[in-house]
């Protein structure tokens, strides 16, 4: 599995003050005999924030973290909104239709499952 280059996003319209700026995350990447678990690092971010697409064999992790603001003046902040963005090009013996995802914690772990045809198997010997 190999990553492809984040491009950083132009802005919506012209009156777009700043373009958004997208935090890579951290990711860990484990393979066993049945496929590959990525683990992202997407603190703040919650279920509803998070947009994870396949689109061929590119997957897109998107995710939202927003700060909610309390009535009254600030003295100090150091929590902000963030905005995460990576980009995978997957490799073609995971079975596309069979990934799943889950979030826990800031932490979204997807698990990339292999084709049955390139699981490795026993072949009974006869003779």
Do not use: C
């Not at 700026?21 to 393979?31: A, G, Q, S």
């Not at 703040?44 to 994870?52: A, D, P, T």
């Not at 490799?91 to 997807?110: N, R, W």
């Amino acid at each position: 599995m190999k990553t492809v280059a984040t491009k950083e996003p132009q802005p919506v319209a012209e009156s777009a003050k700043r373009a958004v700026r997208f935090i890579v995350p951290e990711v860990n990447i484990f393979e066993t005999k049945d496929g590959w678990t990525l683990q992202a690092e997407m603190p703040g971010v919650s279920k509803e924030g998070l947009h994870v697409t396949l689109e061929g064999s590119e997957l897109t992790l998107v995710g939202n973290k927003r700060v909610e603001t309390p009535s009254g003046d600030a003295l100090f902040r150091e929590s902000n909104h963030a905005d995460y963005r990576r980009v995978f090009e997957l490799d073609p013996t995971i079975d596309l239709q069979k990934i799943s995802a889950q979030i826990e914690q800031g932490v979204l772990t997807l698990h990339l499952p292999k084709t049955e045809r390139v699981k490795p198997r026993r072949i009974q010997v006869t003779g």
